[in-house]
């Protein structure tokens, strides 16, 4: 059974950092472009970032490129999505992905094979 498992979410003040965490199980990591996805209430699930299945490439939306980046370590099966100077727009749920067909670090949802649970980031201004 596939398990990807979000931690790191929470309250943090504009211009702060977070760090989310996304531990995957059942799968063989290392095989999967990781990604992370975000969501408001009432709105399509969007794409924050991708990284490569070597971790060697990263690929950003628009929205968070210069303040979000995004790592993986393979002998640990996790990824991580560092948020730096964050903003009262970043306050969504946030959800890590698993593809295991792309070839480039840039997912649609529906090419998406697993989804986490989501965490929640709150910024206050």
């Known amino acids: 059974q596939v398990q990807l498992i979000e931690s790191g979410g929470g309250l943090v003040q504009a211009g702060g950092s977070l760090r989310l965490s996304c531990a995957a199980s059942?799968?063989?990591?290392?095989?999967?472009?990781m990604g992370w996805f975000r969501q408001a209430p009432g709105t399509e699930r969007e794409f924050v970032g991708g990284?490569?299945?070597?971790?060697?490439?990263?690929y950003y939306s628009d929205s968070v490129k210069g303040r979000f980046t995004m790592s993986r370590d393979n002998a640990k099966d996790t990824v991580w999505l560092q948020m730096n100077s964050v903003k009262p727009e970043d306050t969504v749920v946030y959800y890590c992905?698993?593809?295991?067909?792309?070839?480039?670090?840039?997912?649609?949802?529906?090419?998406?094979?697993?989804w986490g649970q989501g965490t929640q980031v709150t910024v206050s201004s």
């Open positions: 992905a698993a593809d295991r067909t792309r070839r480039q670090p840039v997912l649609g949802t529906s090419e998406v094979d697993y």
């Open positions: 990284i490569s299945r070597s971790g060697g490439s990263t």
């Open positions: 059942g799968l063989t990591f290392s095989n999967y472009i």
